[in-house]
């Protein structure tokens, strides 16, 4: 069972000073309802300005249908389409290798680690698949003894550890998407990740949490419609961009444009850990010559649930 959270905002009119002006929505009244009619009623939270979350565990069900109602606090109502839980496929195993990207009028390459999964694709039926990150740990190692105090201009080492664990969640430098027309009913291997290498977080031990999710196929139309406004490059081969329509609909106006998606879907998740001594490329060290205590989310504390081993 996984907590559910939802987030949304509104433009400034067409034409208007507040054009293209994101606000967020509070006071809102969230409901999800399932095609049993079972009912979840969303709490703002009042941590994130205009988003919403289910407070207690919930869990959706494999092959009902879900739509997302949002009232407004002016008394406007937006639905979104029913959208349907498929069935979640199971990883067997997330290989991954080291990637480099030549970069126009530099010598030096950008690199990264590209990380996939390995399934079996279920026979006879259409499945389309969206991989994103989740939480990652890493190793960060520090050099305290290093540590240039510029008041008295000399090297004054720092009594703490040099070695700690820091955990974010590293954003995907694109989205993910593939479906089965060439892999059904087979075992099949599909990139889901790109992890940027910038000079720390492959130095030792990188634990990535990986989520893989069963995807209706309008959900993929829309995500890669998305992945494509989002890769334009400005160049005249782009294609134009436009307002890119989802599953949510105004039941007051018709004519009203609404952004955004409203996904369900089965989630998969599994844990793998990169470790930095396997890769063939990694970039130059960069070195961290002061307490890592000033390091963001970083802890010398070791994770209850820290277990590297090969996937």
Request: charged share 25%.
């Amino acid at each position: 069972m996984v907590k559910v959270r939802i987030g949304f905002s509104r433009l400034g009119t067409y034409g208007s000073i507040f054009e293209a002006l994101v606000c967020s929505v509070a006071g809102a009244t969230v409901v999800v309802r399932d095609n049993t009619g079972s009912v979840a009623i969303f709490d703002e939270d009042l941590n994130m300005h205009g988003t919403y979350i289910f407070l207690k565990a919930y869990s959706g069900v494999v092959g009902r249908s879900y739509t997302l109602l949002i009232e407004l606090p002016d008394g406007k109502i937006y639905s979104s389409l029913p959208e349907v839980i498929n069935k979640p496929i199971e990883i067997s195993k997330i290989p991954y290798k080291s990637e480099t990207i030549a970069v126009e009028g530099e010598t030096n390459l950008d690199s990264g680690v590209g990380d996939f999964v390995e399934l079996t694709d279920p026979a006879d039926e259409n499945n389309y698949y969206f991989c994103r990150n989740n939480l990652s740990t890493y190793i960060l190692e520090a050099r305290p003894d290093l540590y240039y105090n510029r008041t008295i201009m000399m090297v004054e080492p720092e009594g703490c550890c040099d070695r700690c664990y820091r955990t974010k969640t590293t954003g995907n430098t694109s989205y993910f998407l593939t479906n089965d027309d060439n892999s059904d009913g087979l075992k099949t291997t599909i990139m889901a990740a790109f992890i940027p290498d910038n000079k720390l977080r492959f130095l030792n031990t990188y634990r990535l949490d990986l989520n893989q999710l069963s995807i209706s196929a309008d959900a993929d139309r829309f995500l890669r419609l998305v992945k494509q406004q989002s890769e334009i490059s400005g160049s005249v081969f782009d294609p134009p961009p436009a307002n890119i329509r989802g599953n949510i609909v105004s039941l007051d106006n018709a004519d009203e444009v609404v952004l955004g998606y409203f996904i369900v879907a089965g989630e998969t998740q599994r844990r793998t850990y990169i470790f930095g001594a396997d890769l063939e490329f990694r970039q130059p060290v960069s070195l961290i010559a002061d307490d890592y205590r000033l390091v963001d989310n970083a802890s010398v504390r070791l994770p209850s649930d820290w277990n590297p081993v090969k996937d």
